[in-house]
């Protein structure tokens, strides 16, 4: 049976602000019974430390869950921060949707 996989796609900027909105997202996706949850961050443009936050207690009460977290179409200043925070290998990063789809996660 294919996993169930709902997507998140933060709008612009994922900040202190904007991250309670996300987690609730990401709740909300639990909720609904998401197996794993893509965050597809095409459209993030910015993201701060308070986002990269947001971003890691998704992530905590996604594995609480016993479900997957996935990022995704990380830009250059996203991509920067994690590099710089070292907080990278804590998450399963994909170069964009399509790698994601081709990936075992997605076909788990």
């Known amino acids: 049976m294919p996993a169930h996989i709902?997507?998140?796609r933060p709008d612009h900027i994922?900040?202190?602000?904007?991250g309670i909105a996300f987690r609730q997202e990401v709740t909300a996706a639990i909720d609904a019974g998401a197996d794993i949850i893509l965050v597809d961050c095409q459209d993030t443009?910015?993201?701060?430390s308070s986002g990269l936050g947001a971003l890691v207690l998704a992530l905590k009460a996604i594995r609480t869950a016993e479900r997957q977290l996935a990022l995704c179409s990380l830009n250059q200043?996203?991509?920067?921060?994690?590099q710089l925070?070292?907080?990278a290998q804590v998450f399963q990063i994909y170069e964009n949707r399509q790698q994601f789809e081709q990936s075992n996660l997605h076909k788990a």
């Open 6 to 8: 709902i997507t998140i």
């Open 14 to 18: 994922l900040d202190g602000v904007t």
């Open 45 to 48: 443009k910015f993201m701060d």
């Open 77 to 82: 200043q996203v991509r920067t921060l994690f």
């Open 85 to 87: 925070t070292e907080i």
